[in-house]
């Protein structure tokens, strides 16, 4: 018997022509596949591009902190205290930032000359005080002890003869 109508094709159902398979809602095998490829790439050029941008905010970070770290190493360099214990008065400390930066002195640190241990016993005498360039500030310390100025860049400086030594630096 001949075909009449519409195009048949196995199991004499009806062949749809966009279609190779008969009554197939998604398409082809083929069509899902390519799909699911471009929906991996997509998800692999978004999670690289998270990558990059996390390294590129990671570099950023360590490179801020280098150029911090460069600039603490040239303001240490910079520091520069003179302390001095007048020859009339040994229980007072003179101290003058001859530098061109403000210092923070944090501590004053008193030690015994000649304790014998080591460490020797110290005290830590706390006084938090910013020295601008060229001014100066009397501490009281004890006369028979040996004293050094403990700055917040971790400087220690110790106190010359007098105060033309002071002036020479």
Same mark, same amino acid.
């Given at each position: 018997m001949g075909r009449r109508g519409s195009e048949r094709g196995r199991n004499n159902r009806k062949v749809s022509p966009l279609s190779a398979r008969p009554n197939n809602r998604f398409g082809t095998r083929s069509a899902q596949a390519?799909?699911?490829?471009?929906?991996?790439?997509?998800?692999?050029?978004?999670?690289?591009?998270?990558?990059?941008?996390?390294?590129?905010?990671?570099?950023? %970070?360590?490179? !801020?902190?280098? =150029?911090?770290?460069?600039?603490? *190493?040239?303001?240490?360099?910079?520091?520069s205290l003179c302390a001095y214990r007048p020859a009339f008065d040994q229980s007072e400390l003179l101290v003058t930032n001859t530098g061109a930066e403000p210092s923070l002195i944090l501590a004053i640190l008193e030690m015994q000359k000649d304790a014998?241990?080591?460490?020797?016993?110290?005290?830590?005498?706390?006084?938090? %005080?910013?020295? !601008?360039?060229? =001014?100066?500030?009397?501490?009281? *310390?004890?006369?028979?002890?040996?004293v050094y100025v403990?700055?917040?860049?971790?400087?220690?400086?110790?106190?010359?003869?007098?105060?033309?030594?002071?002036?020479?630096?």
């Amino acid at each position: 018997m001949g075909r009449r109508g519409s195009e048949r094709g196995r199991n004499n159902r009806k062949v749809s022509p966009l279609s190779a398979r008969p009554n197939n809602r998604f398409g082809t095998r083929s069509a899902q596949a390519s799909v699911i490829a471009v929906m991996f790439l997509v998800l692999v050029f978004v999670a690289d591009l998270g990558f990059m941008l996390y390294l590129s905010e990671l570099h950023q %970070l360590v490179y !801020q902190e280098f =150029t911090l770290h460069e600039e603490v *190493v040239t303001l240490v360099a910079k520091e520069s205290l003179c302390a001095y214990r007048p020859a009339f008065d040994q229980s007072e400390l003179l101290v003058t930032n001859t530098g061109a930066e403000p210092s923070l002195i944090l501590a004053i640190l008193e030690m015994q000359k000649d304790a014998g241990r080591t460490p020797p016993p110290a005290a830590i005498i706390p006084e938090n %005080l910013t020295l !601008q360039p060229g =001014t100066s500030s009397t501490f009281a *310390v004890n006369p028979n002890l040996t004293v050094y100025v403990v700055t917040s860049y971790g400087n220690t400086f110790v106190p010359v003869g007098n105060m033309t030594l002071c002036a020479d630096s």
